[in-house]
């Protein structure tokens, strides 16, 4: 019931209903990343005719963020390229780093040395800082 409700009222929480429904009826699966995001196009690759392309999109695998799409399937929705990483034989570089959601806001946040929420003293600047006194 709960998942329900959420579906019903809420987009963050993954797919609405209506996209639901609106996938089963008119949408092709192409891939799967592997956060378990699911990726779709209109069935038979026909092109919308207010667009003049196909409709792509993706079904996230719990909440919706935009920033859990990886880099090839990010190119793909957006019509970078024409080919899915699905449909496709793609070997990563050895010097590309495995793709990570944005962390701002969570605990995984990245604080640089001297954030002013990092952990530890902020580094000295050159001559360190004189704080701006007005005069008189």
């Known amino acids: 019931m709960k ?50 392309f196909e409709r792509r999109w993706v079904i996230y695998n719990g909440l919706s963020e935009a920033s859990a799409t990886p880099p090839g399937w990010n190119g793909w929705l957006h019509h970078t390229v024409d080919v899915a990483p699905s449909e496709e034989d793609y070997k990563a570089k050895p010097w590309e780093k495995p793709h990570m959601a944005n962390p701002t806001g969570t605990r995984a946040a990245i604080r640089p040395k001297g954030s002013t929420i990092g952990l530890g003293r902020r580094q000295a600047a050159a001559g360190d800082y004189q704080a701006w006194r007005p005069e008189g």
């Open 3 to 52: 998942l329900f409700l959420l579906r019903f009222f809420t987009w963050w929480n993954g797919a609405t209903l209506n996209t639901l429904w609106h996938t089963r009826r008119h949408g092709e699966l192409v891939g799967q990343d592997e956060a378990g995001n699911l990726y779709y196009r209109t069935r038979g690759g026909k092109k919308d005719p207010a667009l003049g």
